[in-house]
């Protein structure tokens, strides 16, 4: 506790001094960041090895590779987006210029998840330091192999007073959740959500709240059903399904469904191999307390692929249910593991309308040849992101903000808007000292029609 109440007032201190604020300060740490990740790129696979079984291809593509993307991208973009922005002023307030700064809001927490452990730590913090914070990040207690790496690597590119780093898990968590940052940017379960946006009230602290939810995929008649089978396939499966913007459940047309289920089949196979649940290079679900969530998911469902778990290396083999309505225990929760409940439909209109009676959430993807029907979907469907005939690609774009939308979230990041999320807009009119419209001053005289003039 006393530990990070002084850590805390150590980066105030520092903040204070504006060296933060100088952009040149923040390209070298962006570029600091880039070195020392480079440098460790071996020990971070390696950890996440350790805690997920992720391969280094997946590993790369998924959380070292994306990060660098994203420090590069900044670090091209940032010098026009610290300028200030003009805007212009209305008439009424003839002689002045308005200009709209960006500035750092001061000390951020960021509080990260297991799955993708490195990734959800860094990429915040890229979007920290380019709007010029200080940053305490906690890393999650689940996936201690890239917790400690990323612990060394922080420690080893900066100092403590300008970013550092607690371990632990809930209690930690509390502690900060008490301080008085300036902004928290928390990635996780919208169960924790809630309690950060709680403990955030009390400070008035602003939030981004990247959380999870089931996210929908569906796949119409019209649809090229081989790449969807693929794609989805690829999508679900992905670090065994512990991906917040995975396709949680299936919604397939009536008419095309066995031949998408058996396509599905057919990739399941080729990528994973005939029995996925040994195979070493498939990811591994992150503890025994999530295993055993997932394999009593599986007690008396009807279980069309897959259903193979080898509780010694904690693995569970993609596996699709059939059969599944909206009562069970599959579809009561997010998911979070490589297990695809499958619904049918006959018309689209079904489908708004069982989506639009569940919380919003966080992805959806359709997979349709038909324009109309994808406006239509589009239109009167409201989740946070996602993909037409395709899944989870849409976060791995620095032109678009990710993020949720009600239990999904609130906020998003990449790019320029990771920026502009870790950045207060101080709007600034400037007035010229040449000219004062005496129409405002009072004792006001018969001017009201004058005033109508201007503001209608
Ligand atoms: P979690 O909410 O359990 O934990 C997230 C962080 O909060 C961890 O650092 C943890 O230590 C901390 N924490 C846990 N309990 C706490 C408490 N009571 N008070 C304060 N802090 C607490 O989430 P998780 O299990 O690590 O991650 C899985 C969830 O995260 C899924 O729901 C998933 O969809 C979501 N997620 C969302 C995104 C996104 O970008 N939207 C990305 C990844 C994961």
């Known amino acids: 506790?006393?530990?990070?109440?002084?850590?805390?007032?150590?980066?105030?201190?520092?903040?204070?001094?504006?060296?933060?604020?100088?952009?040149?300060?923040?390209?070298?740490?962006?570029?600091?960041?880039?070195?020392?990740?480079?440098k460790y790129e071996n020990e971070i696979l390696e950890a996440l090895k350790k805690d997920l079984n992720k391969t280094e291809f997946e590993a790369y593509m998924t959380e070292i590779?994306?990060?660098?993307?994203?420090?590069?991208?900044?670090s091209k973009n940032l010098k026009n987006w610290v300028k200030p922005e003009y805007v212009k002023t209305p008439l009424a307030q003839f002689l002045s210029s308005s200009k709209i700064y960006s500035e750092p809001y001061g000390v951020v927490l960021i509080?990260?998840?297991?799955?993708?452990?490195?990734?959800?730590?860094?990429e915040p913090l890229i979007g920290a330091i380019a709007a010029g914070n200080c940053a305490i990040i906690k890393p999650s207690e689940e996936s201690s192999y890239t917790s400690k790496i990323i612990e060394h690597i922080i420690?080893?590119?900066?100092?403590?007073?300008?970013i550092s780093i607690i371990q632990g898990g809930r209690e930690a968590s509390e502690v900060l959740l008490e301080q008085k940052f300036d902004y928290i940017f928390f990635t996780g379960s919208v169960a924790v959500g809630r309690i950060v946006m709680e403990k955030a009230s009390k400070h008035l602290t602003p939030v981004s709240l990247e959380?999870?939810?089931?996210?929908?995929?569906?796949?119409?008649?019209?649809?090229?059903?081989?790449?969807?089978?693929?794609?989805?396939?690829w999508g679900k499966f992905l670090n065994a399904g512990q991906t917040c913007v995975a396709p949680d459940y299936l919604f397939v047309h009536r008419e095309v469904k066995m031949e998408l289920l058996l396509l599905m089949k057919h990739y399941i196979k080729k990528f994973y191999g005939a029995d996925p649940s040994n195979n070493t290079k498939f990811p591994k679900i992150i503890n025994q307390k999530h295993f055993h969530r997932?394999?009593?998911?599986?007690?008396?469902?009807n279980?069309?692929?897959?259903?193979?778990?080898?509780?010694?290396?904690?693995?569970?083999?993609?596996?699709?249910?059939?059969?599944?309505?909206?009562?069970?225990p599959v579809m009561q929760d997010e998911i979070f593991g490589p297990i695809l409940p499958v619904l049918e439909f006959d018309q689209i209109q079904e489908v708004?309308?069982?989506?639009?009676?569940?919380?919003?959430?966080?992805?959806?993807?359709?997979?349709?040849?038909?324009?109309?029907?994808?406006?239509?979907?589009?239109?009167?469907?409201?989740?946070?992101?996602?993909?037409?005939?395709?899944?989870?690609?849409?976060?791995?774009?620095?032109?678009?903000?990710?993020?949720?939308?009600?239990?999904?979230?609130?906020?998003?990041?990449?790019?320029?808007?990771s920026f502009d999320t870790f950045s207060h807009k101080k709007s600034i009119l400037k007035k010229s000292n040449l000219l004062d419209i005496g129409l405002r001053y009072p004792p006001y005289q018969n001017d009201l029609k004058w005033l109508k003039v201007w503001l209608k």
Not at 155 to 162: C, G, L, P, Q, V
Not at 294 to 301: D, I, Q, R, W
Not at 313 to 328: G, M, R, Y
């Open 1 to 38: 506790m006393d530990e990070i109440v002084a850590l805390l007032e150590k980066q105030r201190t520092f903040f204070q001094k504006g060296k933060t604020k100088e952009l040149q300060f923040r390209l070298t740490q962006l570029q600091k960041l880039k070195r020392i990740i480079l």
């Open 294 to 301: 997932l394999t009593n998911l599986l007690e008396g469902s």
């Open 211 to 233: 959380l999870g939810g089931k996210s929908p995929c569906i796949v119409d008649e019209t649809a090229n059903l081989r790449l969807a089978a693929k794609r989805i396939i």
């Open 155 to 162: 420690n080893e590119a900066f100092k403590t007073e300008y």
């Open 303 to 328: 279980i069309l692929i897959g259903g193979q778990s080898n509780v010694q290396s904690n693995q569970i083999a993609p596996t699709i249910l059939d059969k599944v309505t909206w009562d069970s």
């Open 352 to 417: 708004v309308t069982q989506i639009n009676q569940h919380p919003k959430p966080l992805a959806l993807y359709y997979f349709t040849n038909h324009k109309s029907r994808e406006r239509k979907l589009l239109k009167h469907t409201s989740f946070g992101g996602g993909c037409i005939n395709d899944t989870i690609v849409h976060l791995a774009t620095a032109h678009m903000p990710f993020g949720g939308v009600g239990d999904s979230g609130m906020g998003g990041y990449h790019g320029k808007a």
């Open 111 to 122: 509080l990260a998840p297991w799955n993708y452990p490195f990734q959800l730590a860094i």
């Open 65 to 74: 590779g994306m990060v660098l993307d994203e420090i590069s991208f900044v």
